[in-house]
């Protein structure tokens, strides 16, 4: 399943670490769980691009690799049968 909009352009980089296109039981769940997580690492992913601090650069890092993990066990708490 395609979520919105996204069948014809490159996917954000938000959209690619959350793994925006797979959802294969269709769930409107998982769906809105990934947009949310992809917009916010977007937002960060950005701020993270402005600044050359090293040890802002690595906290934003961080803070993408968390959401990654957090979207992750959220989608599979969706899911749980």
């Not at 909009?5 to 690619?16: C, D, S, V």
């Not at 998982?30 to 050359?52: F, M």
Request: hydrophobic fraction near 35%.
């Amino acid at each position: 399943m395609e979520t919105q909009n996204t069948a014809n352009r490159e996917l954000t980089f938000g959209e690619k670490a959350v793994g925006i296109n797979f959802n294969p039981g269709g769930h409107p769940e998982v769906e809105a769980c990934k947009k949310s997580c992809a917009d916010l690492i977007d937002s960060l992913n950005d701020a993270r691009n402005k600044t050359d601090n090293g040890d802002v650069k690595r906290m934003f890092s961080e803070a993408i690799t968390n959401i990654q993990t957090g979207q992750m066990w959220a989608v599979k708490a969706i899911t749980w049968k």
